[in-house]
């Protein structure tokens, strides 16, 4: 994966999510899971109805398929599971991620 892309898949905040849910967690977690966490880093916080709908929405026709595409994860729809591959893209975005990190801190200005 190139380097433009990784920050393509980095650059939103959802995406980020579900790589940490995902990291936490053995790499694996599941559909419903990855609704309730992007609600909860939402800006409402609320789990209603509604909400993880939306969220489930943004995971299936989005989310998903694009880290899918990526060869980071592999996900069933009908069973819900989400995996976390063993790709060498995987982890050269995860190398990126770090990257991106250890550069924002040496950026940040103090207060």
């Known amino acids: ?10 650059a939103n ?3 980020r ?3 940490t849910e995902l990291s936490e967690n053995d790499g694996f977690t599941t ?3 990855l609704a309730t966490i992007l609600v909860i880093h939402s800006e409402t916080r609320v789990e209603t109805d509604k909400a993880l709908e939306n969220a ?3 995971l299936v ?3 998903l398929p694009r880290l899918e595409d990526h060869g980071i994860i592999e996900y069933d729809n ?3 599971d989400v995996i976390l591959t063993a790709s060498e ?4 975005l995860l190398d990126t991620a770090e990257e991106g990190e250890a550069m924002a801190t040496e950026t940040a200005e103090p207060f």
């Open 78 to 80: 009908r069973s819900g």
């Open 17 to 19: 999510h579900i790589l």
């Open 89 to 92: 893209t995987r982890t050269s």
């Open 1 to 10: 994966m190139n380097t433009q892309d990784a920050h393509e898949i980095l």
């Open 31 to 33: 559909i419903s899971d």
């Open 13 to 15: 905040a959802d995406r």
């Open 56 to 58: 489930k929405i943004r």
């Open 61 to 63: 026709h989005n989310h």
